[in-house]
């Protein structure tokens, strides 16, 4: 089966940092998704990890350690447009399974 | 079309009803999805769709749901005789790669259901 954990929720301040963590148990694992999702909008893809390591782009940065089941997403110089759900997801094969997201919630 | 696009953006139906949401799968994609997405909760994997095949529908919730794939391109998710625990945001997604090749997952917007 699938066990994908996250955080429920996390606030922070305009400008700081916020990393959010997901770790996994799964039946099988080739690679791990973080996607963002606005109030009511469709998902969009931020970042992918196969291999260990840390994975950057721009102000976001994904991490990964397989032998852990561990990732985190790290969202530097945080703005509102931030205020999202963030989304982990672990691909086995052809499916994508998904956490029930981190709510993020940025104040001025 | 440019995007991953889904019909009806909202539906309301009574109890008993049957429903039908449609999916048009970014153009050349052949890999499809459809997740189901409640209140609060995570996605959660219905059915995907290899070209006009389902090689796995094993996250259909029950035998009142049901999706085909026709021409490669379209997919209709048909829920008959709903029930109030349908109600939900029913997710589309297409790839053009499999999953396992980095392929990403390109999301609708979503058909918000809701059963009265």
């Known amino acids: 089966g699938q066990n994908i954990d996250q955080p429920t929720e996390m606030t922070a301040t305009e400008g700081a940092i916020v990393q959010i963590n997901c770790t996994y148990q799964t039946s099988g694992f080739n690679g791990l998704f973080w996607y963002q999702q606005h109030a009511g909008e469709a998902p969009t893809f931020l970042s992918y990890n196969v291999l260990d390591g840390l994975e950057e782009k721009g102000r976001f940065s994904s991490f990964l350690s397989r032998s852990k089941g561990y990732s985190y997403l790290l969202l530097k110089e945080l703005q509102m447009k931030d205020s999202a759900s963030y989304l982990c997801?672990?691909?086995?094969?052809?499916?994508?399974?998904f956490g029930a997201g981190t709510t993020v919630t940025v104040r001025a | 079309g440019a995007g991953v696009s889904q019909s009806p953006s909202n539906k309301v139906t009574e109890k008993g009803k049957d429903v039908e949401l449609r999916c048009d799968p970014i153009?050349?994609?052949?890999?499809l999805y459809w997740y189901r997405q409640s209140l609060g909760q995570g996605l959660e994997f219905l059915i995907y769709f290899q070209g006009n095949s389902a090689p796995d529908k094993s996250g259909l919730p029950s035998d009142r749901f049901s999706a085909e794939r026709t021409g490669g391109s379209v997919s209709t998710l048909t829920i008959q005789r709903t029930q109030q625990e349908d109600s939900a945001v029913y997710l589309c997604a297409s790839s053009l790669l499999d999953l396992t090749n980095t392929g990403e997952l390109f999301f609708g917007e979503g058909s918000r259901l809701t059963v009265l």
């Open positions: 997801a672990v691909t086995n094969d052809y499916k994508l399974s």
């Open positions: 153009s050349g994609h052949t890999a």
